[in-house]
């Protein structure tokens, strides 16, 4: 056995939500990604909501795929089996590492436990949470720097920023940036386009295009009130199209009642997985200006559909988007300014969809997996040599 391959690992899929957001997109690419990578040496056993353990059997034919009790669909009590069921779970399977892809972890695992930390925001935006996720987070992120044999997180800026405000110890950090799913999200054809601008009732029209969760650290007031300041005075201004969950976010309902009535403002909701490439390729820009994010999957997503991207050089943002990506600012004046600027500039918008598009094939979840592959192997190694975390 060597220290990168350790010879079985459980991996816990049971915090996938039904919606698929960012967690259920990193689940699925790492899967995906396992079962093209994996040596014949290491054996996979996944456990997950029974809703889809179809799709992980189909992801990883080779792997043992267990459904879990019904009851942990709901959060209060997947996170109690986490600390009862999950360690029993793991000792029959015989588990020699555990992987935990959602912050939280048993506290007792009889293993060594492997823990990915999705961003540091909760510390260092904190004024974007309420106080129980705040609370919640802050407390299992602390947990799990304390507890897990390896922590595995999406950036170096996540990484730093754990280091830099709670002295974790950066020996025990892997750094396993996230891919992009190239055949999911592609650079769209005409058709595709179309379609999507059929369904939101667009027509021929342009528009602005955001995809994300609705919290508050994703800006998306001011994105409202910048697109207003950037095209009110044109006369044929593009809509602004907002897109995915509706989140928790109550000053959007303010900004959206004071967009004035000659522009188009649409909230549709999810859209259809296959409509993604069309809505975001289609779009004059991707806006994502958040205040901070752990990696930035939205807009490395907007980038493989050949998007112009519109973001903010916070946080791990800049690691994503590099220079293929235009950067602004939270405020809503400076985001008129650099969005009027790329709508008035289409040899720009160009060259960044070219340029955004040619950096996310960098983005693979082949990379991410060989990572997570190294971590359990070390957190395998340390339990041989008897190295233990201290409690």
Not at 15 to 20: C, F, N
Not at 85 to 90: F, S, V
Not at 278 to 307: D, H, K, Q, T
Not at 355 to 383: C, I, N, P, Y
Request: charged share 25%; aromatic share 6%; with cysteine.
């Amino acid at each position: 056995m060597t220290a990168g391959r350790p010879p079985r690992v459980l991996i816990d899929a049971t915090s996938v939500p039904a919606d698929r957001g960012g967690v259920g997109r990193y689940v699925d690419g790492l899967l995906g990604a396992l079962g093209k990578v994996i040596g014949p040496g290491l054996e996979l056993a996944v456990v997950g909501l029974r809703t889809d353990v179809e799709r992980y059997s189909r992801m990883l034919p080779a792997a043992e795929v267990i459904p879990a009790p019904a009851a942990v669909a709901h959060r209060p009590a997947r996170l109690a089996w986490e600390q009862t069921g999950l360690p029993m779970l793991a000792q029959q399977v015989g588990a020699q590492v555990l992987h935990s892809p959602f912050y939280t972890c048993p506290l007792r695992a009889g293993c060594p436990v492997t823990v990915t930390v999705h961003d540091a925001t909760f510390f260092t935006e904190p004024e974007h949470y309420d106080k129980s996720r705040r609370t919640f987070f802050r407390s299992a992120i602390k947990t799990s720097l304390r507890r897990a044999d390896r922590v595995i997180v999406p950036s170096k800026a996540t990484r730093d920023e754990l280091i830099r405000l709670l002295d974790a110890d950066p020996t025990r950090i892997d750094v396993a940036y996230h891919g992009v799913d190239q055949a999911a999200f592609h650079a769209p054809s005409d058709e595709e386009k179309a379609r999507v601008r059929a369904r939101l009732g667009l027509g021929g029209h342009s528009y602005v295009a955001f995809l994300g969760a609705k919290e508050p650290r994703k800006n998306v007031p001011n994105l409202i009130r910048g697109w207003v300041l950037a095209v009110k005075d044109r006369s044929e201004p593009p809509a602004l199209v907002v897109a995915g969950g509706q989140g928790h976010d109550d000053d959007i309902d303010q900004a959206v009642s004071d967009v004035p009535a000659h522009l188009r403002l649409l909230r549709p909701g999810y859209l259809r997985y296959a409509d993604l490439p069309g809505f975001l390729g289609g779009a004059l820009v991707a806006a994502y200006p958040s205040y901070g994010e752990g990696f930035g999957l939205p807009i490395l997503e907007a980038m493989a559909c050949a998007a112009p991207v519109l973001t903010t050089p916070r946080l791990s943002l800049p690691e994503v988007g590099g220079d293929a990506v235009a950067y602004t600012s939270e405020d809503p004046q400076q985001i008129a300014t650099d969005l009027g600027a790329l709508l008035d500039d289409e040899a720009r918008r160009l060259s960044l969809a070219k340029a955004g598009f040619d950096r996310a094939k960098e983005f693979t979840w082949e990379s991410s997996a060989e990572v997570h592959l190294a971590a359990w192997g070390r957190a395998r190694a340390r339990a041989v040599a008897g190295v233990t975390v201290p409690g």
